[in-house]
């Protein structure tokens, strides 16, 4: 399994950050699977999918290049190198344009394990990735990403809480369940792969960067700089763009308190609610107190996070209502819908 070594300081100086390159090769390799992980990503899929399958047909040489460059355990390493906190994608991407033709070639072989194809044998590969990168960018990711960049960042808030309420180590077992693990004494599980362990030297930059798609990676850049790409907290994936609220229950308690308490299934700060609605912060207070005083959701204090959740009445009402069933209306909003390292393991 590949496991990091990480010092104490080294974590406790570790950032969650935005990027929105790395939401765009998270989009990159939805695109390339064909293949949702809820309704959100299906939209998002069937009204790009065909121009991306489009693009590829178009262009045999990227079309071959992809799959080469993800690999099944590997990312090429040109074609997604680690973003720095604070990077815009143009400046991420020259990144990829700017790699040499040899070491493309060099890190195809390793992630495909083996010689390249004769149709890859050739100088553009870091041109053609990253006009492949700019399209998935402009045409499927930048026009959703004020939405994504608030849910990315509700995502946030609710990890940080996390770190409040129950330490680092919480939040890294939360980040892939079942993949990445802090086992004690310095050791951090990054994925399932058979890797050598890796010693994350002390004053490195070590950045959680979080994707709407259900993907993730680890990257790194010489011993500088790390990054654990994640996939952010499933309520606000699957639900921010298109979340149904009851048509009864919007009727009964009014739309917007209505998709609040669906929303609250999972614990959510005013902040975060914010975030994913998209309503003002005066609004989503006046709901959460119209909701409190109905007995329909709670508060907890996580460390200096106040968290809102459905109570077993609202639970209730929500089951009595429908939710789930066919008789919902969706709340307006966009569909929505890594990297391996430097060093790229999947």
């Known amino acids: 399994m590949g496991l990091w070594q990480i010092d104490t300081d080294t974590l406790a ?19 390339h699977s064909g293949t949702g992980a809820h309704p959100g990503d299906d939209a998002w899929l ?10 590829l047909a178009a262009d045999p040489v990227t079309a071959r290049l992809v799959p080469a460059a993800l690999g099944r355990s590997w990312i090429a390493d040109f074609f997604c190198p680690t973003s720095c906190a604070g990077e815009s994608f143009e400046e991420t991407v020259t990144r990829v ?5 040899g070491e493309a070639r060099a890190n195809l072989r390793v992630s495909l394990r083996g010689p390249l194809p004769a149709v890859l044998e050739r100088d553009d590969l870091p041109e053609r990735a990253a006009a492949l990168l700019t399209y998935v960018w402009e045409e499927t990711v930048r026009p959703y990403w004020q939405r994504r960049r608030r849910i990315l960042e509700a ?15 919480a939040v890294l077992d939360s980040l892939q369940p079942g993949t990445t693990q802090w086992l004690g004494d310095s050791r951090f599980r990054v994925n399932l792969n058979a890797y050598p362990p890796r010693e994350v030297a002390a004053g490195a930059e070590l950045l959680f960067m979080p994707v709407t798609a259900r993907t993730g990676w680890v990257s790194w850049e010489g011993r500088e700089r790390y990054a654990v790409v994640y996939p952010c907290l499933g309520t606000l994936a699957e639900d921010s763009d298109r979340r149904p609220v009851p048509a009864g229950l919007g009727a009964l308690i009014g739309t917007a308190r209505a998709g609040l308490l669906a929303l609250l299934d999972t614990p959510l700060s005013t902040t975060q609610l914010v975030a994913v609605t998209g309503q003002a912060l005066g609004s989503v207070g006046g709901h959460l107190r119209v909701l409190l005083d109905a007995g329909l ?3 907890r204090r996580a460390g200096r996070s106040v968290l809102y959740v459905r109570t ?35």
């Open 297 to 299: 959701v709670e508060r």
């Open 155 to 169: 995502d946030m808030v609710a990890r940080t809480a996390r770190v409040n309420q129950g330490g680092w180590a």
């Open 46 to 55: 069937r009204a790009h999918l065909p121009g991306y399958r489009a693009r």
């Open 312 to 346: 077993a009445a609202g639970e209730v009402l929500m089951e009595a209502s429908g939710a789930g069933a066919g008789d919902q209306e969706p709340e307006r909003g966009d569909p929505l819908a890594g990297r391996r390292p430097r060093g790229r393991p999947a």
């Open 13 to 31: 100086r570790s950032r969650f950050v935005l990027s929105p390159f790395a939401e765009t090769f998270a989009s990159l390799k939805l695109l």
């Open 97 to 101: 344009r700017a790699a040499g033709a």
